[in-house]
Each structure stands twice: as C-alpha cells, then as structure tokens.
C-alpha cells in the first residue's frame, strides 16, 4: 500500500509504502504544544518505507531522543522521530487521505483535556517518557 501525503503549502511531499502502521491518538502536552491542537493523530511506520518525493522537512529537536519535523516554509508539523528507534510517525493530518489511518488507542492520556469529548473503547496510556 502506497500513502501519499505532505504540509499545508505543498513544499515537502512524502510517500510511504506501508503493509501496516500502528496509529495513535497522542494527548501529551509536547503533542499540544507542537501541534497546536488538543490532541495529535499519527502512524508509526518504519524508518526505511518512508521517502521525500519533493522537499525535505526541517526537524527540531524536542527531546534528548525525539526529534520534530515540519515544513520550513509554512510551519506544518508532519512527523515525529525518535533518534533511537527504527520508526517514524508521520502526523495523520498530512496524508492525503486521513481515512488510511483510524487510531488504535490513545497516549498520553494524564493530559487529556476535559472538553475534548471522544467516546470510543480504545487502549488508553499514559505518558512514560515525553518527547
Ligand atoms: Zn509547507
Ligand atoms: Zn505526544
């Protein structure tokens, strides 16, 4: 299966070749602050199947061990990449088709805020290390 994605202006634009991801609602406050919204949406999928096809991100090192990635020109955020693991996340609101990947489960659930009103029965939890 071939995901297609990219930011908000279309400087950088991803493909991802993928039999199958791990998608994750993210309620941690380092998700909130760097994507601006209450809770982020992501798939994990492995380094090596995900390839530029135009552009390349900036990252910003938001941890010891994670590093952010988002378009230098319109300052979408896009991926999330810890420096130690053979996996990415890519924010899910950048494919072009979101419907790809429906969350599994919800993380960092302690900073869940209370207006943010999702009924599911989804795996929750909690944050151990931030990033
Ligand atoms: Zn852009
Ligand atoms: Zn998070």
Redesign the pocket.
């Known amino acids: 299966m071939s995901w297609k994605g990219g ?6 634009r991803y493909e991802a070749r993928v039999s199958a991801s791990d998608n994750w609602y993210c309620h941690c406050r380092m998700c909130q602050k760097s994507s601006g919204s209450a809770v982020s949406t992501s798939a994990i999928v492995p380094k090596a199947r995900l390839h530029m096809i135009r552009g390349e991100p900036k990252f910003y090192q938001s941890s010891q061990f994670v590093e952010r990635g988002f ?1 230098a ?2 300052g ?1 955020p896009m991926f999330f990449r810890p420096t130690n693991e053979d996996w990415i996340s890519i924010l899910s609101g950048t494919l072009d088709d979101p419907e790809l990947a429906p969350p599994e489960g919800h993380y960092g659930v302690e900073s869940w805020v209370s207006w943010l009103r999702i009924e599911d029965d989804l795996k929750k939890e909690r944050t151990e290390a931030g990033g």
């Open positions: 930011c908000l202006c279309g400087a950088v378009c020109d319109c979408s």
